[in-house]
């Protein structure tokens, strides 16, 4: 079992930063696959970036790209979602997701989800 738990949400100004985290609990965060997903109001959840077991490969959703940087850290069994130039559009609850056959965009083919953590960015 993997709890996670997201932090790093806030209110921001077009333009701006942010950086969420993502903390795993238990020993065996290196052998999943993890990822951050978005959900805006009234849409579905959506991918926006992926990271393989040791780092070494990221995914990055189109709209994204460019923008956001995610890596993790397997020591401290936390995963991270930099943001950079934010827009209103980015707008949303960020998730984080685990799964050890590798992050999906198929919802409920990952493991383990977080509670998520909002992120606004005002215009």
């Known amino acids: 079992q993997v709890q996670l738990v997201e932090s790093g949400g806030g209110l921001v100004q077009a333009g701006g930063s942010l950086r969420l985290s993502c903390a795993a609990s238990?020993?065996?965060?290196?052998?999943?696959?993890m990822g951050w997903f978005r959900q805006a109001p009234g849409k579905e959840r959506e991918f926006v970036a992926r990271?393989?077991?040791?780092?070494?490969?990221?995914y990055y959703a189109d709209s994204v790209k460019g923008r956001f940087t995610i890596s993790r850290d397997n020591a401290k069994n936390t995963v991270y979602l930099q943001m950079n130039s934010l827009k209103p559009e980015d707008t949303a609850v960020y998730y984080c997701?685990?799964?050890?056959?590798?992050?999906?965009?198929?919802?409920?083919?990952?493991?383990?989800w977080g509670q998520g953590t909002q992120v606004t960015v005002s215009s």
């Open positions: 997701a685990a799964s050890v056959s590798g992050v999906t965009t198929i919802l409920r083919n990952n493991d383990y």
């Open positions: 238990g020993r065996t965060f290196s052998r999943y696959a």
């Open positions: 990271i393989n077991y040791s780092g070494g490969s990221t």
